[in-house]
């Protein structure tokens, strides 16, 4: 549940990877302020029991964001449906451990895929909708991983999101002529079916908390808060910026 008032209505936001997680927190916050939201998930039933919990004007748009046909027509469908874009926010993200040695390529592919390519593909469909209406709002789901701090066993990871810090700020140079601001959200550890495996492991929760300084592992509504100010005009000087939501893990 957000604290930040923020009015949203009249615009239509798309969640990526919003059936569950983040993304679902994120979805509830952009709608519980006035957006429409269009859901979306590789998971067509958990996109669909999303959007029925948001209620009307929410609707499931499923599809796999790392395939880049199936993106033109989702964003089509989004602007068909549900009367334009305003605000895009990619979430959708996956995560391999596994020792660069012992990486299968497909591996290395997919996580590139869904983690950094899919941005360019969203970004490159909404962004001449975007521009033809005035503007709009870009938040781009990274990690503070993403800073290149190694995390063991996550190369694939941790590339893809520095990559996507990287295509956030030359996103944002660009699109800035069309009034679109882009930045990237970097959430540390954060209690989601991402973590839960290493959630399980008390010696690996400890090691965690003994490096925040808020002393507690983040929920997908802190990350929620910020993407909703992200896209609130409290934020219309702020792009090419990649902020952090960890509790203090990364201070830069
Ligand atoms: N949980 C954390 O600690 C943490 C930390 C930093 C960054 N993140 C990032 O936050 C984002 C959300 O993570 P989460 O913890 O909610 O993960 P999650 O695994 O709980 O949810 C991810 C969602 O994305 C969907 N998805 C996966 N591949 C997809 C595809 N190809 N097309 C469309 N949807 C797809 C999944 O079905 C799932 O619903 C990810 O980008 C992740 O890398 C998470």
């Known amino acids: 549940m957000s604290t930040l008032s923020v009015d949203l209505s009249g615009q239509v936001a798309l969640v990526t990877g919003a059936g569950r997680g983040i993304g679902k927190a994120i979805a509830r916050a ?3 302020s006035g957006a429409a939201v269009a859901v979306n998930d590789i998971d067509a ?15 499931a ?3 796999d964001v790392s395939d880049p046909a199936a993106v033109e027509r989702m964003i089509a469908a989004v602007v068909h449906e549900m009367g334009g874009l305003h605000i895009l926010v990619n979430n959708a993200g996956i995560e391999y451990k596994t020792p660069i040695l ?3 390529v497909e591996e290395w592919q997919e996580t590139l895929a869904v983690n950094l390519s899919a941005a360019f593909y969203t970004c490159k469909a909404a962004g001449p909708i975007m521009r033809d209406a005035g503007g709009g709002v870009i938040v781009n789901i990274a990690s503070i991983a993403g800073h290149n701090i190694p995390l063991p066993n996550r190369a694939s990871y941790v590339a893809s999101k520095a990559g996507l810090v990287g295509f956030t700020k030359e996103c944002a140079r660009e699109f800035a002529a069309y009034n679109i601001r882009v930045n990237a959200v970097c959430p540390g550890v ?4 991402m973590t839960a495996e290493s959630r399980s492991n008390p010696q690996q929760v400890a090691r965690w908390l003994a490096d925040i300084p ?5 929920q997908p509504d ?8 992200l896209c609130s005009d409290g934020a219309r000087y702020l792009t090419g910026q990649a902020i952090n939501v960890d509790g203090g893990k990364v201070m830069l």
Do not use: N, Y
């Not at 808020?214 to 983040?218: A, D, E, K, P, W």
């Not at 802190?222 to 100010?229: K, S």
């Open 30 to 32: 952009l709608a519980q």
């Open 45 to 59: 039933a958990s996109a669909g029991q999303a959007a029925r919990e948001l209620g009307d004007p929410a609707r």
């Open 61 to 63: 748009f499923p599809a």
């Open 102 to 104: 012992e990486t299968p």
């Open 190 to 193: 954060i209690e989601t079916e």
């Open 214 to 218: 808020q002393g507690r592992l983040g």
């Open 222 to 229: 802190d990350v929620a808060g910020l993407v909703l100010f």
